[in-house]
């Protein structure tokens, strides 16, 4: 299973963006997902996770009050609404599912299907 990240673009500060993540029914009947994100020469760094009724929410405190994870199981995609988006967010974001559903995991290695990201660059 590979989860292909979409939305991505050139913003400018303090812009909005929404980032797209479907993924087949067995990936997502996993129960966490996660978004991350990498900036080359970085390690992938935790975004947000959200559980499999997305009433549950985690986030990294650099995106905390600006960004949102939710998800629609009935498409079987997850989504990152990103807003008041700074030049420092700019990376290649992906989305990936946590291998035990541990909804308090943020390293990249408890998570698997990660497939080709979306480049986000904020800039003016």
């Known amino acids: 299973v590979q989860l292909q990240a979409s939305g991505g673009g050139l913003v400018q500060p303090e812009g909005s963006l929404r980032l797209s993540c479907p993924a087949s029914g067995r990936a997502t009947r996993s129960g966490v997902m996660g978004w991350f994100r990498q900036v080359s020469g970085k390690e992938r760094e935790f975004v947000a996770s959200i559980n499999f009724s997305g009433v549950r929410k985690n986030y990294a405190d650099s995106v905390k009050g600006r960004f949102t994870i939710t998800r629609d199981n009935a498409k079987n995609t997850v989504y990152l609404q990103m807003s008041s988006l700074k030049p420092e967010d700019t990376a290649v974001y992906y989305c990936?599912?946590?291998?035990?559903?541990?909804?308090?995991?943020?390293?990249?290695?408890?998570?698997?299907?990660w497939g080709q990201g979306t480049l986000v660059t904020v800039s003016s």
């Open positions: 990936g599912i946590n291998k035990v559903g541990n909804f308090y995991q943020r390293s990249a290695d408890d998570y698997y299907a």
